[in-house]
């Protein structure tokens, strides 16, 4: 099989060419390619099949370089799942062999693969997560009454509240976002992501059309958002924040509602939740309250050095006291240092 390492930032068309296979998602685009690596000054290498025009395997890696953390590929960072496009297992074995000849030259720890059980059905995972997704198939009025009663509820209390919602696209949307966002993650002891990434998230992909912002406002005041990326027929709900005075309001379950509302109406048929860690039993509560499907996501980490994937238990991020002590100014400087180094 004839494997090339291609950049999706360089190569002309690559959405296209992605676009035939039915096991792509947003997160093998090129837009959000470009949002990492520009942000993170990640390397992407994507191991690449390509037969007679049509993408046949696929496996998206990046190269993250870093002091604190060493080297390593990741099939991708900061991102919920990113499984190798594979026409079958001996295109996905070629795609492995490839990348582990190519990690053990570059030095790499390891390679580590978000997704993929059905090309790994044997091997342990590093890590387990769960992911949630709607069907929108049935229509707004179908999907809603998926919803568990509390959900209904809370979205009804949210309009009484006199909470609105407007869905954007703008750089200004995206910045009243992440100033909920950088209080948010403070509340929870965490740093939150450069704003640069932020920026160029909107850049590469929501001034595009493939992604939007739900901001939820209560007397002019912004009290709750989310950013939502959309690849073909399928959403995905990637980032969420909100002013923790404001949530007897319910002004999240009002966000939520309005995004899945577009999506039903703007041909998209599945909406996903993103991932959850089996542990954080609030935010699994709040998704399972959608009618979503869930389903396991197993992460995995195959050792360059022993050529085998390893068994480890990755614990949930860890809240920090001292993160909630920072002044915003000097927590957005600690997450613009230290993000490029967990990828």
């Known amino acids: 099989m004839n494997i090339q390492i291609l950049n999706p930032v360089d190569y002309p068309g690559w959405d296209d060419l992605i676009l035939a296979s039915d096991q792509t998602s947003f997160f093998h685009t090129a837009g959000w390619a470009r949002a990492l690596s520009e942000t993170y000054g990640y390397q992407p290498l994507y191991f690449t099949i390509i037969s007679h025009g049509r993408l046949s395997g696929l496996m998206p890696v990046m190269e993250v370089k870093s002091f604190m953390t060493g080297k390593r590929g990741v099939s991708l960072p900061f991102t919920d799942i990113c499984p190798p496009v594979a026409q079958d297992q001996e295109t996905f074995d070629a795609l492995r062999r490839e990348a582990t000849v190519v990690g053990r030259r570059k030095g790499w720890s390891y390679i580590e693969i978000r997704g993929g059980r059905n090309r790994l059905p044997d091997e342990p995972a590093c890590a387990e997560h769960l992911v949630h997704t709607l ?25 009484k509240e006199g909470v609105t919602v407007r869905l954007e696209h703008s750089l200004a949307s995206v910045a009243a976002y992440y100033r909920l966002h950088c209080r948010t993650r403070r509340h929870h002891g965490l740093p939150p992501q450069p704003w640069s990434f932020f920026k160029r998230l909107h850049e590469h992909v929501v001034v595009h059309g493939k992604g939007f912002v ?8 912004r009290i709750a958002g989310a950013v939502f990326a959309h690849y ?3 959403a995905i709900y990637k980032f969420g924040a909100s002013d923790h005075r404001f949530q007897r309001m319910r002004p999240n379950n009002l966000v939520m509602w309005e995004a899945i509302r577009w999506c039903c109406g703007n041909g998209i048929r599945s909406f996903s939740f993103g991932r959850t860690e089996p542990e954080n039993e609030g935010l699994l509560h709040f998704k399972r309250s ?18 085998r994937f390893v068994l480890k238990i990755a614990g949930r991020t ?13 927590l957005r400087l600690a997450g613009q240092l230290l993000y490029r180094h967990v990828g």
Do not use: C, H, T
């Not at 069907?135 to 309009?159: C, H, Q, Y």
């Not at 739900?214 to 005041?221: S, V």
């Not at 959608?290 to 050529?307: I, K, T, V």
């Not at 860890?318 to 000097?330: E, R, T």
């Open 318 to 330: 860890k809240s920090n006291a001292a993160f909630k002590a920072m002044p915003l100014p000097v």
């Open 290 to 307: 959608w009618g979503a499907a869930e389903a396991r996501l197993p992460y995995f980490q195959l050792n360059l050095s022993s050529n």
């Open 135 to 159: 069907d929108l198939n049935a229509g707004e009025a179908g999907v809603s009454a998926m919803f568990k009663p509390n959900i209904r509820r809370n979205i009804r209390r949210a309009r």
């Open 232 to 234: 073909r027929d399928q």
């Open 214 to 221: 739900a901001l939820a406002e209560f007397e002019g005041r």
